[in-house]
């Protein structure tokens, strides 16, 4: 499976940005997909995860009420929404493809380039 993100980019406190990651391959749906982000000197911070049907969903507490993810899987697609963007939402954010739904980056063995956030307050 190959991940490609895009979507960031530099926006105001309190803004949005919708966040995609496409992916090939056709066993996608078999993939759970989570989000992930980094700052500089820090790992890789849990953000969200959605199952491979999309029944199932998980969210950081920092971001819940915030965020959203979905996906599409007819068009390979994982989208994370996110709102009421706060400096500290700052990062570099990857999508990632797991065979299971848990929140360990570790466990995730397929990982896209990454995009960047920059919230300026």
């Known amino acids: 499976v190959q991940l490609v993100e895009s979507g960031g980019g530099l926006v105001q406190a309190g803004g949005s940005l919708r966040l995609s990651c496409a992916a090939s391959?056709?066993?996608?749906?078999?993939?759970?997909v989570g989000w992930f982000r980094q700052t500089p000197g820090k790992g890789r911070e849990f953000v969200a995860l959605?199952?491979?049907?999309?029944?199932?969903?998980d969210y950081a507490d920092s971001v819940k009420g915030r965020f959203t993810i979905s996906r599409d899987n007819t068009k390979y697609t994982v989208v994370l929404q996110v709102h009421s963007l706060k400096a500290e939402d700052t990062a570099v954010y990857y999508c990632a493809a797991s065979t299971g739904i848990q929140r360990d980056a570790a466990a995730f063995r397929y990982w896209g380039q990454g995009t960047q956030v920059t919230v300026s307050s």
């Open positions: 959605i199952s491979g049907s999309g029944a199932i969903t």
């Open positions: 391959g056709s066993t996608f749906s078999r993939y759970a």
